[in-house]
């Protein structure tokens, strides 16, 4: 038991890291909305820290836990969050050198509907989405799965409202276009 919570914590820790740098120390051109889109992110997203040291360190005493569930559910967990890493970068590499930490509309900047993209707007936040709620379940108490993914997902949604503003804004009825074939982050239901 005390492995999985280990294993939980430190890949907790290194992808928290890991998304603070590419969140705080983005390119500095944005869209006008986007510094206030970024702050949000990083202020949910340092929620991890505290939920992680409340469910790791009270173990199988802390409120909310489920352990009729374990180890499945941390296995689960950790596969869900496998599954968000894994699409994460297909999306990263996809876009390329268009990706970017901010949302900015760069020189010579093209509307991919490619690859993962055919399917969803915005795999990079389903990723995203997908890791935080494999942690949650690999840390097996739902109260901390609650946590994380509820104000997660609110910086999310507002971080989309403000690229669907610029690509709109940029790429006009072809953006419009591709709105209507794909969803955000659920192929065919989201």
């Known amino acids: ?30 869209v006008e909305k986007d510094r206030s889109s970024r702050i949000f992110m990083a202020i949910t997203l340092s929620t991890v820290l505290p939920i992680l040291r409340y469910s790791v360190d009270a173990g199988w005493t802390a409120p909310g836990t489920f352990p009729w569930a374990f180890p499945a559910v941390s296995y689960i967990g950790f596969f869900v969050f496998s599954l968000g890493v894994l699409i994460n970068w297909t ?27 055919l399917y969803i707007r915005h795999p990079i936040y389903a990723a995203i989405l997908l890791e935080i709620l494999g942690l949650g379940l690999a840390l097996g108490n739902w109260i901390a799965l609650l946590a994380l993914l509820i104000p997660n997902a609110a910086s999310l949604a507002y971080r989309i409202y403000v690229e669907e503003d610029a690509l709109a804004k940029h790429f006009g009825d072809a953006y419009a276009n591709y709105a209507r074939k794909t969803k955000r982050l659920i192929p065919g239901i989201l």
């Open 91 to 117: 999306g990263i590499l996809t876009l390329n050198k268009q990706w970017s930490a901010v949302v900015v509309i760069k020189k010579d900047h093209k509307l991919i509907d490619s690859s993962i993209y």
């Open 1 to 30: 038991m005390e492995s999985i919570y280990y294993a939980v914590k430190v890949v907790a820790l290194l992808w928290v890291l890991m998304v603070a740098f590419i969140v705080i120390f983005g390119a500095n051109q944005s």
